[in-house]
């Protein structure tokens, strides 16, 4: 049995997927790579197949028909049979000192019995086409070198959100869960952040910039005129997480309070971007989704609509608008996903 599965989903990725693979080579024998091929049409299969010649026991070339990032993953954590799971993106990559700490901490939990449920490390937003990095940190948010519980988390800030970038899980707890993800489908990495973490019991925060994420491409899923063109994916990806689970029910407050947060922000940005782009169809959507969430969770909506940001976001006067607006350009400069 393996101590890591690093699951890269790939899809038309020849130009850049070899230095996604090439970086978590790094973590030698005791990892293994699911280079997953998700229906490519360009060289990303002989790619993934060369590597699994040269890396056999290592490297995994898994081909499977479209599907789309979630169906990837979730092909991912089938066959995954590291103790610990982590997902690439194909135009990603780790930073190889990094991915060595990160081993250590692992081995050392399973050596000890800690029952460690989720490592959290720090992920760096690399924009090479302005040549500016933001690294995000957990520090202050999260006690950081010891295994901890929800109890011992404090203040997370509106940039500290955990994200799939900066979370590894126990590869059993993902099955306990059941998590799958929705096919053809973007932005389900907010399903992946979310919905296992009631079942996380024993977490760690390693102080170290592991993930480094790729953004600027203008065909990317996080491009704010991507976004908006498939904003209905992203209203679809928010009631999921509504349907979800009731955070309301969640014993443990922080817990509660952190997913609470989050569901806000995904409610945030989804009204922000109908208003953005107007149209009296988009508008429309955006009263939907906010009928949506107060028709299956009455005591959710009320808590959301109380938070700064949450209840401008159902403005809708021109004014209204206008602050909406303000409120989604606050957002990206603290995110910087655009």
Known sequence: MKLLSVTIPCYNSAAYMRKAIESALAGGDDIEILVINDGSSDDTPEIAAEYSRRYPGIVHAINKENGGHGSAVNMGIAKATGLYFKVLDSDDWFDKDSLSKVMDLLRKAVTDSKGLDMLICNYVYEKPSINKQKTISYNRAIPKGEFITWNDVKHFRMSQNLIMHSIIYRTKLLRECNLKLPEHTFYVDNIYAYKP????????????????????RSDQSVNEAVMTKRIDQQIKVTKIMIDSLNPMQIKNKKLRNYMIKYLAMMMIVSSALLVNEGSPKNLKKRENLWKYLKEKNKAVYKNITRRKLGYPMQFSSKSGRKIIVWGYNFFNRIYGFN
Do not use: A, H, S, W
């Not at 390693?206 to 953004?215: A, F, G, M, N, P």
């Open 197 to 216: 973490l009631p079942y996380v019991k024993c977490m760690y925060y390693l102080d170290t910039d592991l993930y480094r994420y790729y953004i600027g």
